[in-house]
């Protein structure tokens, strides 16, 4: 290995590891657009009105210390159950809701973390 491919590598973990402690690990929340991308998908022309919260009012639930670790971990396994859901049928609409509905019922999320 030649000296500059040496410095590469040690100029880019530098420069990742700068990168990654500035900004942080990616939130639970960088996750929403995506979900609600595929629940949206998933709800296909069913009669369905949606709201699933908004990443502006994740991080501030986040932020403002309202969620715990716990909460963040709950809200994950609320969004991977979201990603599990089947194609809803039109005329399914209610077993479709009740599905979506069950995600976060067992979730462990507190009253304090809604967003």
Do not use: H, K
Request: proline share 4%.
């Amino acid at each position: 290995m030649n000296l500059d491919t040496l410095l590469f590598r040690r100029f880019f973990g530098l420069a990742t590891a700068l990168l990654v402690s500035a900004c942080g690990p990616p939130s639970v929340c960088d996750r929403l657009p995506g979900v609600q991308s595929v629940v949206t998908q998933r709800r296909g022309s069913c009669a369905v009105t949606l709201t699933l919260g908004t990443v502006d009012g994740c991080e501030g639930a986040l932020s403002a210390g309202r969620c715990s670790a716990e909460d963040e971990r709950g809200v994950g396994r609320v969004y991977d159950c979201y990603a599990r859901l089947p194609a809803c049928v039109p005329g399914s609409e209610v077993s479709w809701l009740s599905q979506l509905n069950a995600c976060g019922a067992g979730s462990g999320i507190s009253s304090t973390c809604r967003f």
